[in-house]
T-cell receptor
Framework: GAVVSQHPSWVICKSGTSVKIECRSL??????MFWYRQFPKQSLMLMAT?????????EQGVEKDKFLINHASLTLSTLTVTSAHPEDSSFYIC????????????FGPGTRLLVL | AQRVTQPEKLLSVFKGAPVELKCNYS??????LFWYVQYSRQRLQLLLR??SRESIKGFTADLNKGETSFHLKKPFAQEEDSAMYYC????????????FGKGTRLSVIA
């Protein structure tokens, strides 16, 4: 079946540093990928939608200069949290849509970010 | 705007008892509704979608447009059903991302 991987699975960083999270579709091509954030005991909140080769579309309230998204290929999207602060600590989950089966949306295992 | 409401944060039932996880939605367009499940230490996975009209692991859900609900039901709960359940919605065209409810944690007690 379709698999989405994320790397790293967890990361601890100092306040002010930048962190890059990778999301890969392993056995399918994804023209569209989604980035969600999940705070403890809360639901997944959509941050942005990224389409291969074009700029990401950010949800209201999400700072595009802080959360840089790059979808440079059909199997890879990256989320960079720039100048991370403790309030950015969260669980980041990516999801990918199989371009051959557009009604699908497969989820990655998530990346836990802790900013000290 | 799309909104998905799951009124219960936690639902505890005894093994063998019926289960109903509530989900209500608000959407001006034509919705497609889903239930996702997340078992402990595992990733989110699709349980069922209203279009398929299928039963997965004994669970069913019927879209009630009049009541704008998509409640998840199972007649006899099993311990392995204990997990976090999320109701989600997107446009029927499939062109919009999934919007999730806050989730309900189901705990099945032996």
């Amino acid at each position: 079946g379709a698999v989405v991987s994320q790397h790293p699975s967890w990361v601890i960083c100092k306040s002010g540093t930048s962190v890059k999270i990778e999301c890969r579709s392993l056995d399918f091509q994804a023209t569209t990928m989604f980035w969600y954030r999940q705070f403890p005991k809360q639901s997944l909140m959509l941050m942005a939608t990224s389409n291969e080769g074009s700029k990401a579309t950010y949800e209201q309230g999400v700072e595009k200069d802080k959360f840089l998204i790059n979808h440079a290929s059909l199997t890879l999207s990256t989320l960079t949290v720039t100048s991370a602060h403790p309030e950015d600590s969260s669980f980041y989950i990516c999801s990918a849509r199989d371009h051959l089966v557009p009604e699908t949306q497969y989820f990655g295992p998530g990346t836990r970010l802790l900013v000290l | 705007a799309q909104r998905v409401t799951q009124p219960e944060k936690l639902l505890s039932v005894f093994k063998g008892a019926p289960v109903e996880l509530k989900c209500n939605y608000s959407y001006s367009g034509s919705p497609e509704l889903f239930w996702y499940v997340q078992y402990s230490r595992q990733r989110l996975q699709l349980l069922l979608r209203h279009i398929s009209r299928e039963s997965i692991k004994g669970f069913t859900a019927d879209l009630n447009k009049g009541e704008t609900s998509f409640h998840l039901k199972k007649p006899f709960a099993q311990e392995e059903d204990s997990a976090m359940y999320y109701c989600a919605l997107r446009d029927l065209s499939g062109n919009t991302p999934l919007v999730f409810g806050k989730g309900t944690r189901l705990s099945v007690i032996a």
